[in-house]
């Protein structure tokens, strides 16, 4: 398992040092740049989950469970081909206590979507690989999601392959505007950004506890709105079909995902994350202060100081550009 975590994590970073993600011909050769930009336009931007639906092998409309019907979530590309993906059921109960049960941990997953990766478009199939890096469900970790697409105007409809009782569910999502005033600070955020390091320290600069080999994305959109993935490494996949409570706990324990609208405080130099999803159904609907500076391709965010048992702390995650 550690050889084909690390295997992934090489993979990323090769990836990542390529500035770009090839999509492929039907016949499997790599399409031109040119020709793979223009393919990745017609994705690039945020788009909204408005609708989903399953119909079986006749063409008939299965009713929606109740994990299904009224789902929020968000998809997100970037031209240069990376992808990020959100969504969250309905009416999800909070945990009873500060942290999380078993059994309330296998709720919470299976009712969150999350992934990040790059994607790969095909136009001559209308298929969409989606590349995971990072999944919430580690069944789905370092897979590729292939979906058949349609836009048409603001509409995007996602297609996973065929189920073996041959239901196939088709999401239908609807791109977000960019927001009518933009500022310079926006812009300084705008854009997919990659985990570099995320440290705690005290009020003397000490680092306390640090995450070197934890990866992810943050994602902040024209539209005002942010998606944030971050992994830890050695992950362990889930021995059946489906995870047991205890590989439920793990998979939440090891995987950090939100979602939700942002706002920029130019005068405080520093940006409020709105939640409206969450790992942690408990923390929908809070906000998260986070000052920033921004140097170069680095993105610095810093938590508001807390105090505990070693004095004041504040945690700072570091990231890097992917994209222009």
């Known amino acids: 398992m550690r050889a084909f975590v690390f295997s992934l994590l090489i993979g990323i970073g090769t990836l990542i040092a390529t500035g770009g993600i090839s999509a492929q011909r039907g016949g499997g050769q790599p399409e031109d740049p040119a020709a793979v930009r223009a393919a990745n336009n017609r994705f690039a931007g945020i788009w909204k989950l408005i609708g989903q639906e399953t119909r079986d092998a006749t063409g008939q409309i299965v009713p929606p469970n109740a994990n299904n019907n009224g789902r929020l979530g968000y998809i997100v590309y970037d031209p240069a081909g990376y992808m990020g993906v959100t969504i969250q059921s309905p009416a999800r109960p909070k945990f009873a206590g500060r942290q999380p049960t078993p059994e309330e941990a296998r709720a919470a997953t299976g009712t969150y979507t999350s992934y990040w990766g790059s994607f790969a478009v095909n136009e001559a199939t209308s298929v969409v690989t989606h590349q995971t890096f990072g999944a919430l469900s580690t069944a789905m970790s370092g897979t590729n999601q292939v ?178």
């Open 147 to 324: 979906r058949g697409f349609t836009i048409s105007g603001n509409r995007l409809t996602l297609r996973p392959p065929v189920n073996a009782n041959g239901n196939q569910a088709s999401l239908t999502w609807e791109r977000v505007p960019d927001l009518p005033n933009l500022t310079p600070m926006h812009r300084k955020l705008i854009g997919f950004w990659k985990l570099i390091s995320n440290q705690r320290r005290n009020g003397k600069g000490e680092i306390l506890t640090a995450n070197p080999a934890q990866t992810g994305f943050i994602v902040y959109t024209a539209s005002g709105h942010v998606m944030v993935h971050m992994m830890q490494p050695y992950r362990r996949r889930n021995v059946g079909a489906s995870p047991t409570p205890e590989e439920s706990m793990a998979a939440y324990q090891s995987y950090v995902s939100y979602f939700g609208p942002y706002t920029v405080h130019e005068s405080g130099q520093y940006v409020v994350h709105h939640l409206a999803g969450a790992t942690n159904p408990g923390l929908v609907g809070n906000d998260f202060q986070r000052f920033f500076e921004v140097s170069g391709r680095r993105l610095v965010l810093k938590t508001p100081v807390t105090k505990n048992g070693d004095g004041e702390v504040q945690s700072t995650i570091t990231w890097e550009r992917l994209t222009d």
